[in-house]
């Protein structure tokens, strides 16, 4: 949620010269896509998840495809897997998937959400002074202060679809119709997402997911202090999966 590709410039060169080809792009309503500041919807946001994955296997033929999301990207990828044309797809990575649904939230702020959605959608909100770090790398997290790009506040009816997002996320476990191989990354210290629905997705996905727990991690994994671990356990992954397909065949 406000972000945008950049946040795979850390990672994304290392998986490359590591033998994995990485490609970005923004959601709608986000960094350089049409219409920024607005909600587009999980639905589009899910077919464009799609259509990218296709264009990936029409450019590389033969060659796996996996899709990574992180956060709200994490909730896209994983609610994806429960709709009826899921995308085709070698295997999921959740990184820090945002799943903190209605039914996790105080009902003090499922009724304030409801009433600015419906009354104000328009009022653009800010994190400012909810004393929130979503990482320990300071010299990252003030170049994202500095970049125009990166939306530094929302409207309230995108904080509504992000929501309506992740309650689709938070029950996708019990909706998975295909069983393509899911890795899953949190931080212990993630102050974005409550660990209690993190770890209910997880139960709910059991035996389905490979799990990486980080306990200094934050919000943002893969842009860290300690990233590079995040980026190895990736590669790691993907190879082996890699292997067992190849293997398969």
Known sequence: MSDYSEAFDMPGPWWAAHGIEVYAYDQRGFG???DPG?????????????DFVDAARAKYPGVPVYAMGESMGGA??????????PPRIA???LVAPAVWSRGDMPASYRVALWLGAHTIPWKHLSGEGLEIWP????PMLRKL??????QHDARIDQIYGLVDLMDQARTAPARIAVDPPILFLYGDKDQVIPAAPTRA???ALGDHATVKEYPKGYHMLLRDLEGETVWKDVLEWVEM????QNAGH
């Open 145 to 150: 202060g500095h970049d125009p790009v990166y």
């Open 201 to 203: 997705v997880l139960a």
């Open 38 to 50: 607005l909600w587009a919807g999980a639905d589009t946001m899910r077919a464009d998840l799609a």
């Open 32 to 34: 350089r896509a049409p």
């Open 76 to 85: 896209v990828v994983l609610s994806s897997l429960a709709d009826a044309h």
């Open 135 to 138: 990482s320990d790398n300071i």
């Open 241 to 244: 999966n890699a292997g067992a």
């Open 91 to 93: 295997g999921a990575i």
